[in-house]
């Protein structure tokens, strides 16, 4: 059977480097992404791209994104969009996928650093919340789907040079560069290759972790 890959968020930074290294493993992908016209937190947008879909063997939902400032700043606005873009749509994305998977499928949800110790301000309190959201929806659904063998974990990487990055001044960068003990922005490549071993069968007793990729800002 065809190994098909689901990937939320596929045409940006890190969606679309695991959407490479899965195709370069041989998967026949399925994308969503904003970019394609879809919005993955609204289940007919989901259902429509799933349509005619045969089976999944893996999920990865790596869509989202960003607020700023403090808890004074925010408005419903940018909080129901960024929880929306971040948190529902992971939700939405796997109820919608679930029946499609079979056993000993495997489900990817990001999850941040910001969702480990707080966030900031760069970021805002909404994606803290949103990831932090994601850590509890893995745990919950690695219980849950443990009886179909299918293993659901989370990864939560710190800076990634992506497009996300590049809304910083170089002062925001090099203070957020000097919070890495490492000294260093990940690239997405490295987070596609943990996606890729989280997929895989080196990993076929890995359910409900949350697996760090931050060069050391979070050792939790």
Same mark, same amino acid.
């Given at each position: @059977?065809?190994?098909?890959?689901?990937?939320?968020g596929?045409?940006?930074?890190?969606?679309?480097?695991?959407a490479?290294?899965?195709?370069?493993?041989?998967?026949?992908?399925?994308v969503?992404?904003?970019?394609l016209?879809?919005d993955?937190?609204?289940p007919?947008?989901?259902r429509?791209?799933?349509d005619?879909?045969?089976?999944?063997?893996?999920?990865?939902?790596?869509a989202?994104s960003?607020?700023?400032?403090g808890?004074?700043d925010?408005?419903l606005?940018?909080?129901?969009?960024?929880l929306?873009?971040?948190?529902?749509s992971?939700?939405?994305?796997?109820?919608?996928?679930l029946?499609?998977m079979?056993e000993?499928?495997?489900?990817v949800?990001?999850?941040?650093?910001?969702?480990?110790?707080?966030?900031?301000?760069?970021?805002?309190?909404?994606?803290a919340?949103?990831?932090?959201?994601?850590?509890g929806?893995?745990?919950?659904?690695a219980?849950d789907?443990?009886?179909?063998?299918?293993?659901?974990?989370?990864v939560?990487?710190?800076?990634?040079?992506?497009? @996300?990055l590049?809304?910083?001044?170089?002062e925001e960068?090099?203070d957020l560069?000097g919070?890495?003990?490492?000294?260093?922005?990940?690239?997405p490549?490295?987070?596609?290759?943990t996606?890729?071993?989280?997929?895989s069968?080196?990993a076929?007793?890995?359910?409900?972790?949350?697996?760090?990729?931050n060069?050391? @800002?979070? @050792?939790?």
């Open positions: @059977m065809a190994k098909i890959s689901l990937v939320v596929g045409m940006g930074g890190i969606g679309g480097a695991c490479d290294r899965l195709r370069a493993l041989g998967h026949d992908l399925v969503i992404d904003k970019a016209g879809h993955a937190s609204d007919s947008s989901v429509a791209a799933l005619g879909v045969p089976h999944l063997t893996n999920v990865v939902h790596a989202g960003v607020g700023e400032g808890i004074e925010l408005d606005a940018q909080w129901r969009r960024v929306d873009d971040n948190l529902t992971a939700l939405v994305v796997t109820r919608a996928a029946p499609l079979s000993g499928g495997s489900i949800l990001f999850s941040s650093v910001n969702g480990r110790h707080g966030g900031n301000r760069l970021s805002g309190p909404a994606y919340t949103a990831k932090a959201g994601l850590i929806l893995t745990r919950h659904l219980k789907q443990a009886a179909r063998r299918i293993r659901v974990n989370a939560a990487p710190g800076p990634v040079a992506t497009p @996300m590049s809304r910083l001044s170089q960068l090099d560069r919070q890495i003990p490492l000294g260093r922005v990940t690239p490549e490295e987070i596609a290759g996606v890729e071993w989280l997929c069968p080196a076929a007793s890995v359910t409900g972790a949350v697996i760090d990729v060069g050391g @800002m979070w @050792m939790g």
